[in-house]
């Protein structure tokens, strides 16, 4: 049996196409077509394994995001992206929290002051919510974030 390939070992080769199973287990479908521990056909049930998103904050400051980190949203010194938020007064200090499980993105605005939005519906304090590719993240009323959804 193969043994699977995680991130850093597969590189960026076009032709590894890293999945997680529903069981967790996680290995390249080129390999398998079928989950060695649950059977699952891997091309029709399970999505692909994204390695990174970047984010870009409004005045073009860019982070990214590796399968399994957070970042802290804020101008408190003790986020690695406060200053990226520095001149912007309405961002809270502890404005939001981003999580990416390595499929999905996630965030939870850390009842900020000015609140954070998904496609302009702002979004419930406290409680963490599920950004789809494509969606608009932004915090308070102008401080716009892109992400770019890599595989």
């Not at 390249?28 to 891997?42: H, M, T, V, Y």
């Not at 999505?47 to 590796?66: C, H, K, M, N």
């Not at 980190?69 to 992206?81: I, K, M, T, V």
Request: one cysteine or more.
């Amino acid at each position: 049996m193969s043994t699977p390939l995680g991130p850093e070992e597969s590189g960026a080769d076009p032709a590894v196409d890293m999945v997680t199973c529903q069981c967790g287990w996680t290995g390249d479908r080129n390999e398998f077509e079928q989950c060695p521990l649950s059977g699952d056909d891997l091309w029709d049930s399970v999505p692909p394994v994204r390695q990174l998103i970047e984010l870009t904050v409004a005045d073009g400051a860019r982070f990214s995001l590796a399968p399994g980190s957070g970042l802290g949203l804020g101008r408190d010194e003790s986020y690695p992206a406060a200053a990226a938020f520095a001149a912007h007064t309405n961002v809270s200090r502890y404005h939001a929290m981003l999580r990416y499980d390595g499929e999905k993105l996630f965030v939870t605005d850390t009842d900020s002051s000015n609140g954070t939005f998904i496609d302009g519906i702002k979004l419930e304090p406290n409680r963490e919510h599920r950004i789809e590719p494509g969606a608009a993240l932004r915090l308070a009323a102008d401080v716009p974030i892109t992400i770019d959804w890599r595989s």
